[in-house]
């Protein structure tokens, strides 16, 4: 009797190929002692309102779950439906643009927004397993044998503002996470505007806290951004609503994140002049009032801290920033690497993409007026 054949349903069954990106250039990288540890790619780009590019790199054509930067975006509904409600101010704006890192001060607004709805922490969806970011206030909560709850996930303040607007639009306030709630469908038209794409399209995931997680190029998260910082074209209620947003996140920055995280020591530190919202997994948006511009950035393998140096990258090739706020900026955007003695074990570095670079037999350096992030005294460098 014959062999059987080998088993060849792995040879017929359809093959899928593997989905090849293409390599982003490495913004950041990470030394120990004098060597590289690390590397990472990724890919950043700024526009203006109208859609032209100043700067790109890397491929920003490739869809990217901005997380929490789509979040200034997703307040405009809000304060298009209550453009004059006493109980919607600064403060609370600001809170439902933010990702907060659950200090008492943060809670305890967010508790009494709550209470004014008629409404408590049990009302919010964003559910209550997450600790405060801020690792000093998770450990005294801890020492005290206390829990989380909903008002600490880092979200909440998004939240309260969500269940606010499912009140001013007549619509059930249970279930306000559901990709098809009034209150979810108003975020996504905002984005729409501001975009230029369909939103409710797009491909989507669930959020860390339950709500639809957009999948976007990431030249529409810098539009969208670019758009709040110019909003001139825009309606006149979304219009106001955008002034109003950016007014809130400037005077208040300590709620947008909390004391020593990227995004309030960078608006701190610019006054304003530049407004930052980081999400997850490596992502930052930020707005450029004053040039009209909006930038989005997104590191591969999400880490935050590199997300944090690619930005100081950005905004340094941009000419952005002075050299006192360089200086007073450099812990964040080129912090040092220490071990558990404290002691400096090496550093974060920004890494410039080198666009187009010359042949061999080219001598001529046109490159020479640009910034060398190796340079160690590049923080010391004016902008001009």
């Not at 405009?76 to 890192?101: F, G, K, N, W, Y």
């Not at 922490?121 to 005294?140: I, K, Y």
């Not at 004053?290 to 944090?308: M, P, T, V, Y």
Request: aromatic share 4%; charged share 25%; hydrophobic share 45%.
């Amino acid at each position: 009797m014959c062999a059987e054949p080998a088993d060849t349903a792995a040879d017929s069954r359809d093959q899928t190929p593997a989905v090849a990106f293409p390599d982003n250039p490495v913004l950041v990288a990470t030394t120990r002692g004098e060597t590289v540890e690390n590397h990472h790619r990724g890919a950043a780009i700024v526009l203006d309102a109208e859609g032209n590019v100043v700067l790109a790199w890397g491929d920003v054509e490739r869809p990217v779950f901005a997380r929490s930067a789509l979040k200034p975006m997703q307040a405009l509904p809000l304060l298009e439906a209550l453009p004059d409600a006493p109980d919607l101010t600064p403060e609370r704006i600001a809170l439902h643009a933010s990702s907060h890192v659950g200090l008492p001060r943060h809670t305890a607004l967010i508790e009494a927004w709550l209470a004014e709805m008629g409404l408590s922490d049990a009302d919010l969806e964003c559910g209550h397993l997450d600790w405060p970011t801020e690792p000093s206030t998770a450990r005294a909560m801890a020492r005290a044998g206390a829990r989380p709850t909903a008002v600490h996930h880092n979200c909440a303040g998004q939240h309260a503002g969500f269940l606010r607007l499912a009140q001013a639009m007549g619509a059930p306030t249970r279930g306000y996470v559901q990709h098809d709630h009034p209150v979810q469908r108003a975020a996504m038209a905002a984005i729409s505007d501001l975009t230029d794409l369909d939103a409710e399209a797009a491909p989507w995931g669930l959020e860390g806290c339950g709500i639809p997680s957009l999948a976007l190029p990431l030249w529409a998260v810098a539009l969208g951004m670019a758009r709040l910082a110019d909003p001139e074209t825009l309606a006149p209620p979304r219009r106001s609503a955008a002034i109003r947003l950016r007014a809130a996140m400037a005077a208040h920055p300590d709620l947008i994140a909390g004391p020593g995280w990227c995004d309030t020591v960078v608006m701190e530190t610019t006054r304003g002049r530049v407004l930052v919202k980081r999400g997850a997994e490596g992502n930052t948006a930020a707005m450029l009032p004053e040039r009209g511009l909006g930038l989005a950035l997104k590191i591969d393998d999400g880490d935050r801290r590199a997300a944090e140096v690619a930005l100081g990258l950005v905004l340094e090739t941009l000419g952005e920033l002075s050299a006192p706020e360089r200086e007073a900026l450099a812990t964040v955007f080129q912090p040092a690497v220490t071990n558990a003695a404290g002691a400096s074990a090496g550093r974060v570095l920004p890494v410039l993409p080198v666009e187009n670079p010359p042949q061999e037999e080219e001598e001529e350096d046109d490159d020479g007026d640009r910034i060398d992030p190796w340079d160690e005294g590049w923080d010391d460098d004016a902008t001009g």
